[in-house]
């Protein structure tokens, strides 16, 4: 079971990774709700990446996915939940996208870095179903598999945490603008020793002003104080991958429809 991402209080998961069949989940854990999405049999031979998004024109929820029966050509394909019943083309990916997507998605659109060079950064617009590009900040001396992109406060993030002494957050602030990005040298002076050299990943930030971030790899969450400079341990009991999740009590049938099959994962019991 893979974790694709969370959106308003709705997370996608997939099963059957490298099946030929393959199996989405829309589950709202709060109200231990989830459908299952029964698909079609691939059509293409390898799918390397998926992201789940929200469109807020159409108000929809949509997974993209990048599939290719070439290894240097990587075709992009939608499924629309609750309204396709099986994948749509949108087009070609500017370069193969070997990676995944990243969980930057910023107003509903999703981000991923160039997979050869550390210059440039596509999108796609789950409302218009575009596929951009946007300059990365300029000097970059990281490779770009190196690199990831995040979203924090509603702001397009590049995150470079390779040096076992730092970690850079580069910020757009002004979505678009290329000479809007702005970095934050991160001292991992803080951390506990024996974990200080890896790669910790942004998650989201606190309302007052704390970032949340993972280490990479491993089940270690830390929390950074911007203002007294300084790292804390978050404890964490079990897992492995973490996303950020912002809970809801709407109900999974208001993306998949009244008319479907809700399952739960604890015996649903009816309050009189």
Not at 45 to 52: D, P, Q, R
Request: glycine share 6%; aromatic share 14%; net charge neutral.
């Amino acid at each position: 079971m893979r974790l694709i991402g969370s959106c308003n209080g709705f997370v996608c998961f997939l099963k059957g990774v490298y099946d030929s069949v393959h199996t989405l989940y829309i589950s709202n854990p709060l109200l231990g709700e989830y459908y299952e999405v029964k698909m079609h049999k691939r059509e293409k031979i390898y799918v390397s990446a998926y992201a789940f998004c929200f469109s807020e024109g159409f108000r929809q929820y949509k997974v993209l996915r990048s599939a290719f029966e070439h290894p240097k050509v990587s075709e992009l394909e939608v499924y629309t939940v609750g309204v396709d019943e099986k994948w749509r083309y949108v087009g070609k990916a500017p370069k193969p996208l070997w990676k995944s997507f990243s969980n930057a998605n910023v107003n509903g659109i999703v981000h991923w870095m160039d997979p050869e060079e550390n210059d440039r950064i596509y999108s796609f617009n789950s409302w218009t179903e575009e596929v951009k590009s946007l300059l990365a900040p300029r000097g970059l001396i990281t490779p770009s598999y190196k690199l990831t992109l995040v979203e924090l406060g509603n702001c397009l993030c590049l995150c470079d945490s390779n040096d076992s002494e730092y970690i850079d957050i580069w910020w757009m602030e002004k979505y678009g603008i290329t000479e809007s990005w702005t970095k934050t040298r991160i001292l991992k002076d803080t951390i506990q020793p024996y974990i200080r050299s890896d790669r910790f990943i942004p998650i989201l930030t606190w309302k007052d002003g704390e970032i949340l971030m993972q280490r990479d790899g491993g089940m270690q969450v830390v929390s950074y104080n911007p203002k007294e400079e300084k790292f804390t341990k978050v404890r964490v009991y079990f897992g492995y991958e973490a996303t950020r999740y912002i809970p809801s009590f709407y109900s999974v049938k208001t993306v998949v429809g009244e008319s479907s099959q809700i399952s739960y994962i604890h015996p649903k019991i009816d309050i009189v």
